[in-house]
């Protein structure tokens, strides 16, 4: 019996049979029960029913004849019907309980005891019910030979016209006359009941055989035995082969479970793989790390070491850490391992000695607990890290930053550190005393913008945020004394944050030179153009003379002068007087010395005032010009004094180009005369072209004749400066000029703007 348990305490399948197999054993007894007890019930009601059907034809066919008090047609439907199969007894009672007719001859005119179980039904209480539920009408006994037989009693009622008839009254007192009894056999039905009951244990166990045999079947094809190929896989997996496949072509749990399984084992080979690939990495970290790693037990013996360890220090089975690497012959005065045995923590600290060869050595030790499975510290892990070259390497970046501080403070010119947001002096050199006169101390913590005029500081903040240059903007010094300076700025670091070094070029001197120069070139440009401005003043001072001349020979006549005339003569000197003076403030004007101030100015504008005061010379020289200037041109950032300077220079230089062609080819007379001056836009740029029929520029020199001091003309006839100073006042209002090949003979050249909206 223990056996059994055990074999069913270990076995899925018994305890799925035996748990399966009760319940449905019990389902199907439960299912027979009320199936045979439902058909047993309704085989009785048929009866009754029938039988009650029966006796009421019975009380029905026998009325009339009662009514006419014939005995013999009552006896003979009595005995008509007892013919009937399963009828046995048809009894006809009267009030005193006597047998007044019945299908058995021997039983009339007999009495039966008014307490059996036939009328008492009626008689059970005093004086008799005379109304009786149809379920207590019914009664069922045994006969003699042991089957059952139903008998079913129903009273006959007393009517009208059983108590009027003259023939035999009874009171109308009377309510029951009598009863009529009618007894069935049961013997086929209990015969059918029994037939019915043998097959339905019949069929019950043979869907219990039939139902355990399939399910028995299911369970140890889809149960048991893919479980025994599932328990196996895990076996195999327990034993470390992963790549075993459970193989169970189902596409349910079952399935799932195996499908599952393998992954797992997929993955679990998968996961031990890298497992054992980390832990030979990491032993092979352990054995190759470019540092020193021991591990020490409390009384600091070496239980564990590196080959780093190994290879540099050789040490013996059993020996002290101190001993073995430092040297020592007691432990360090602050030994991190010791701290790390007393409170479990790991410590730091940085280490001097010297190694076995000598040298003075430095480490950095690091020191961490290794705990057994109890959580208590049985080792120390010391790592130690030789840090000797970057303590040299340290030595030298001190040494190096003492040299390029003093080459930062030595520096000529001035060096600015400064935040990248609010642009505040973080340091700066000592230079920055010697060009602007103000103390570093001072400087130091406050705006590098306060160095501009108060009105150009918010641009100039805005330009030093968008651009790495900017030339010749103007600063101010001390006892706000003005200076120019070319400011370069480029990112870079210091002290871990990141700023902006701006390194400053004092061109204070430099432009007061390139300022004589422009200014001695303007008197070269006047001188070159005097001829022109005689014969342009030549002709008011003519118109003046006759005027004054017209007024004395009247007055010297005494002649009358009349007021039409005299209107006249006066409104001709005045305008001619008003053409002189704008021509020489023109002249004063352009050769007046000024500094160099940008601002938005109209290009065609320029380019008329430049062209006023020279066209009288070129008028004399018979150099005819072409205009083809863009109307609404945009506006340019440029000094409109300077830049007509530039367009009187390279119209001088057009003009001299036109006349050493004409001197080259004097017989031929057909060579063009003439300047064109062109100017265009587009969405990026302005541009001037200044062309000339001239002798043009050769392209190996091209790239030459913007360079101080290079001409092409001849010893006397040209300083060499002209196009040097256009080329600088050009690229001061953010310009490019070239030279190009004019079509028709001649050159070109080309002076590009960017419009102003474009300059910050």
């Known amino acids: 019996m223990a056996s059994l348990n055990a074999i069913i305490h270990k076995s899925l399948l018994l305890k799925l049979l035996i748990i399966v197999g009760l319940l449905l054993l019990l389902s199907i007894a439960v299912w027979g029960f009320f199936n045979f007890r439902?058909?047993?019930?309704?085989?009785?009601?048929?009866i009754t029913a029938g039988a009650q059907r029966l006796s009421n034809t019975i009380r029905l066919g026998t009325h009339y004849a009662m009514m006419l008090n014939s005995r013999d047609d009552i006896k003979q439907i009595i005995t008509n019907i007892s013919k009937?199969?399963?009828?046995?007894?048809?009894?006809?009672?009267n009030k005193q309980g006597e047998i007044k007719y019945s299908n058995q001859d021997a039983e009339i005119d007999t009495v039966t005891n008014i307490k059996d179980e036939a009328c008492f039904i009626c008689h059970r209480s005093d004086p008799p019910v005379h109304q009786v539920a149809l379920a207590e009408t019914v009664r069922t006994f045994r006969s003699d030979s042991g089957y059952r037989l139903m008998g079913i009693i129903s009273p006959v009622y007393n009517e009208p016209g059983c108590s009027t008839d003259a023939c035999h009254v009874h009171r109308p007192d009377k309510k029951v006359l009598g009863a009529i009894d009618l007894v069935v056999s049961l013997e086929e039905a209990d015969l059918e009941m029994a037939?019915?009951?043998?097959?339905?244990?019949?069929?019950?166990?043979?869907?219990?055989?039939?139902?355990?045999?399939?399910?028995?079947?299911?369970?140890y094809r889809f149960v048991k035995y893919p479980i025994k190929k599932l328990i196996d896989g895990t076996r195999l997996i327990e034993k470390g082969i992963y790549t075993s496949k459970v193989q169970?072509?189902?596409?349910?749990?079952?399935?799932?479970?195996?499908?599952?399984?393998?992954?797992?084992?997929?993955?679990?080979?998968?996961?031990?793989?890298?497992?054992?690939?980390?832990?030979?990495?990491?032993?092979?970290?352990?054995?190759?790390?470019?540092c020193v790693i021991t591990v020490q037990d409390r009384d600091y013996r070496l239980i564990g070491y590196n080959r780093e360890f190994a290879d540099k220090f050789a040490p013996k089975p059993g020996d002290y850490c101190y001993c073995a690497y430092k040297g020592r012959t007691e432990k360090c005065v602050d030994c991190p391992v010791e701290a790390t045995f007393a409170d479990g923590q790991s410590h730091y600290s940085e280490e001097t000695g010297v190694d076995k060869d000598g040298s003075?050595?430095?480490?950095?030790?690091?020191t961490s607990p290794i705990r057994n499975e109890t959580g208590e510290i049985v080792a120390a892990m010391e790592m130690n890290l030789d840090i000797s070259e970057r303590k040299q390497l340290e030595e030298k970046l001190e040494l190096s930053e003492k040299k390029y501080h003093a080459i930062f403070n030595n520096i000529p010119n001035p060096v600015f550190v400064l935040e990248i947001r609010s642009l505040e002096i973080l340091d700066c050199n000592k230079s920055v005393q010697a060009v602007y006169g103000l103390e570093r101390n001072r400087l130091i913590g406050t705006c590098f913008i306060n160095l501009f005029e108060p009105d150009e500081r918010a641009t100039m903040a805005f330009r030093m945020a968008t651009t790495a240059v900017l030339n010749q903007v103007r600063h101010v010094g001390a006892d706000q004394r003005l200076l120019y300076v070319d400011i370069r700025i480029s990112p870079s670091e210091y002290t871990g944050q990141r700023v902006l070094l701006v390194t400053i070029s004092d061109v204070t001197k430099r432009l007061e030179a390139e300022q004589q120069l422009i200014q001695a070139s303007k008197m070269a440009t006047l001188g070159e153009m005097a001829t022109?401005?005689?014969?342009?003043?030549?002709?008011?001072?003519?118109?003046?003379?006759?005027?004054?001349?017209?007024?004395?020979?009247?007055?010297?006549?005494?002649?009358?002068?009349?007021?039409?005339i005299l209107l006249t003569?006066?409104?001709?000197?005045?305008?001619?007087?008003?053409?002189?003076?704008?021509?020489?403030?023109?002249?004063?004007?352009?050769?007046?010395?000024?500094?160099?101030?940008?601002?938005?100015?109209?290009?065609?504008?320029?380019?008329?005032?430049?062209?006023?005061i020279f066209s009288q010379q070129l008028k004399v020289r018979g150099i005819d010009v072409e205009w083809q200037t863009e109307p609404d041109l945009p506006r340019i950032m440029g000094d409109p004094s300077r830049l007509e300077q530039v367009i009187i220079n390279l119209l001088i230089n057009a003009r001299d180009a036109i006349e050493e062609r004409t001197d080259q080819a004097l017989p031929d007379k057909s060579i063009p005369r003439m300047i064109s001056l062109v100017t265009t836009s587009d969405a990026k740029t302005v541009t001037l072209s200044v062309c000339d029929t001239g002798v043009g520029v050769p392209e190996p020199i091209r790239g030459k004749i913007f360079e101080p001091f290079f001409t092409t003309k001849k010893v006397g006839k040209?300083?060499?400066?002209?196009?040097?100073?256009?080329?600088?006042?050009?690229?001061?209002?953010?310009?490019?000029?070239?030279?190009?090949?004019?079509?028709?003979?001649?050159?070109?050249?080309?002076?590009?703007?960017?419009?102003?909206?474009?300059?910050?």
């Open 38 to 46: 439902y058909m047993q019930k309704k085989m009785v009601d048929n």
């Open 718 to 760: 040209g300083t060499g400066l002209g196009l040097s100073i256009s080329y600088s006042i050009v690229k001061e209002c953010g310009g490019k000029i070239h030279v190009s090949e004019n079509p028709g003979g001649g050159a070109c050249f080309n002076l590009h703007f960017p419009p102003a909206k474009e300059l910050s």
């Open 532 to 564: 022109g401005v005689a014969h342009e003043l030549n002709q008011p001072l003519s118109v003046i003379k006759t005027a004054s001349n017209f007024f004395m020979r009247k007055l010297k006549r005494k002649e009358p002068i009349r007021d039409e």
């Open 248 to 290: 169970i072509n189902q596409a349910d749990e079952m399935g799932q479970l195996a499908k599952a399984i393998n992954q797992m084992g997929t993955a679990i080979d998968s996961k031990q793989s890298e497992l054992n690939k980390q832990r030979d990495q990491f032993q092979s970290l352990f054995e190759m790390v470019p």
């Open 84 to 93: 009937q199969h399963d009828i046995v007894n048809i009894r006809i009672y």
């Open 569 to 612: 003569m006066s409104e001709e000197i005045d305008s001619h007087v008003e053409r002189a003076t704008k021509i020489i403030n023109h002249m004063r004007q352009f050769g007046r010395k000024s500094d160099p101030n940008l601002e938005p100015v109209h290009l065609n504008e320029v380019l008329e005032r430049a062209f006023e």
């Open 360 to 366: 003075v050595k430095h480490w950095i030790v690091r």
């Open 195 to 219: 037939r019915y009951e043998r097959n339905l244990v019949a069929l019950a166990v043979f869907i219990f055989l039939a139902t355990s045999t399939m399910i028995f079947f299911f369970i």
